[in-house]
């Protein structure tokens, strides 16, 4: 199965019972910061608090009653895994989460919350791991976004997206192995073909902008960010092309403007989002992607699992 409008258009009718249509907000009190129209589709507000579900259902619902059974095993940094757990349980199976050490203890919890067995590794040794406990327990493997089924998935929301906001200018989305990039800007360059479309990634993790500017995916060494939702460091292959076809440019943003557009989106946005979901904002904050006053800009705030000492971190700023 590829990517293409069709299949993500079937990807939508079949999550449609179990997954939220989120709001596309007006943020008019973040213009005068951000030099546009401001817009934010608040996928903090899914149910699992991140747009991951959309993926982990499309691709789990199209699994046999066989393959579900054997029970399913996911590597995650997080959002991944809370949605392939909460899926789990409403489909009937068991579900082993491979996470980083350094995984916010938040997103821990709230995966074991969900009944799902947690297994931690390093960061670089996630899908190592996760391969290796499919073998030895005949488990059927979810992957956080280098599949077809998970990439469809995720381009529901750049559906939602279009029609929601049919004038849109240009749109801003946080990546990391591109599952969401590569799915949402195939709806959205397919419906809306003068959008303007930016990723943006952790400036300690540019391996979208590196790759792009090679012209095949590269492996990027593995920096400290606080972004801990978007910790790949090498493109997904069956993701890169479809980002290098539709995606205007990619760019690294700071964890300091990354901080800064958390802030700005809490104070005077009123929207509480994990500091991966506001990096499109902090790409703005820092001067990168080119608006101007008049652009209706969309920013997908990609998640909303952040714990409350992140306040703490925010009231330093």
Not at 51 to 76: P, W
Not at 89 to 97: D, E, M, N, P, Y
Not at 222 to 229: E, F, K, N, V
Request: hydrophobic residues 45%.
């Amino acid at each position: 199965m590829s990517i293409s409008i069709d299949v993500i258009k079937e990807a939508q009718q079949r999550i449609a019972p179990y997954a939220v249509r989120t709001p596309l907000l007006r943020l008019q009190n973040l213009d005068r910061y951000l030099g546009c129209r401001v817009y934010v589709k608040a996928e903090c507000m899914q149910l699992t608090g991140a747009f991951k579900l959309r993926g982990a259902l499309n691709k789990m619902l199209s699994l046999s009653r066989e393959e579900l059974d054997r029970g399913i095993v996911a590597a995650s940094s997080g959002n991944h895994g809370r949605a392939v757990a909460y899926v789990a349980g409403q489909l009937g199976t068991s579900a082993v989460i491979v996470m980083p050490r350094t995984a916010p203890a938040v997103k821990i919890e709230n995966i074991r919350a969900l009944g799902a067995e947690i297994v931690l590794c390093d960061a670089a040794e996630r899908f190592e791991v996760s391969a290796r406990i499919c073998a030895e327990r005949g488990a059927t493997l979810v992957p956080p976004y280098n599949d077809p089924a998970v990439m469809a998935g995720q381009g529901t929301c750049g559906l939602e997206i279009a029609e929601q906001l049919p004038d849109m200018d240009a749109l801003l989305v946080p990546v990391s192995g591109g599952g969401l990039l590569s799915g949402v800007s195939e709806a959205v360059r397919t419906l809306l073909p003068s959008c303007r479309i930016y990723g943006a990634e952790p400036e300690a993790l540019p391996r979208y902008s590196e790759s792009l500017a090679a012209g095949v995916p590269v492996k990027v060494n593995r920096g400290t960010s606080l972004a801990d939702a978007l910790v790949s460091d090498t493109p997904g292959p069956l993701c890169f092309p479809v980002v290098k076809r539709n995606v205007n440019a990619v760019f690294p943003v700071s964890d300091a403007n990354m901080l800064k557009a958390m802030k700005l989106l809490l104070t005077e946005g009123k929207l509480f989002a994990e500091p991966s979901a506001c990096i499109g904002i902090g790409a703005v904050l820092q001067g990168l992607v080119p608006v101007q006053k008049t652009d209706r800009v969309c920013f997908l705030i990609s998640g909303g699992n952040a714990g409350l000492e992140q306040l703490e971190v925010l009231a330093g700023i």
